[in-house]
């Protein structure tokens, strides 16, 4: 059974940091890539990052570019999502994912991730 377990929310101020983890089981972690999505309040989910399986290579949404940063540590089997410059509008429940197959890179495409974790709260004070 997969499960992914998110962790590292808080409460932060304006241009604060906060490294969010996503801790994998029941699959090959080392064969799949990952993503980072967030809902915030009375919004869709929308796709925030994503990582290859072997971590070489990332991708952004616009709104995170530059101050986000997705990693993986396929030794423990975790991956992780650093914040930086935190905004109140990013402000969500942040979610990691996992496609349903391995090597496979769904990119931004919601509907091309099928494992998804709890989610962890981030908040973000002005």
């Known amino acids: 059974q997969v499960q992914l377990l998110e962790s590292g929310g808080g409460l932060v101020q304006t241009g604060g940091s906060l490294r969010l983890s996503c801790a994998a089981s029941?699959?090959?972690?080392?064969?799949?890539?990952m993503g980072w999505f967030r809902q915030a309040p009375g919004k869709e989910r929308t796709w925030v990052a994503s990582?290859?399986?072997?971590?070489?290579?990332?991708d952004y949404a616009d709104s995170v570019k530059g101050r986000f940063t997705i990693s993986r540590d396929n030794a423990k089997n975790t991956l992780y999502l650093h914040l930086d410059s935190l905004k109140p509008e990013d402000t969500a429940v942040y979610y990691c994912?996992?496609?349903?197959?391995?090597?496979?890179?769904?990119?931004?495409?919601?509907?091309?991730?099928?494992?998804w974790g709890q989610g962890t709260q981030v908040t973000v004070s002005s």
């Open positions: 994912a996992a496609p349903g197959k391995e090597y496979t890179y769904s990119f931004y495409r919601e509907d091309g991730f099928e494992y």
């Open positions: 029941g699959l090959p972690f080392t064969n799949y890539a």
């Open positions: 990582i290859t399986w072997s971590g070489r290579n990332t």
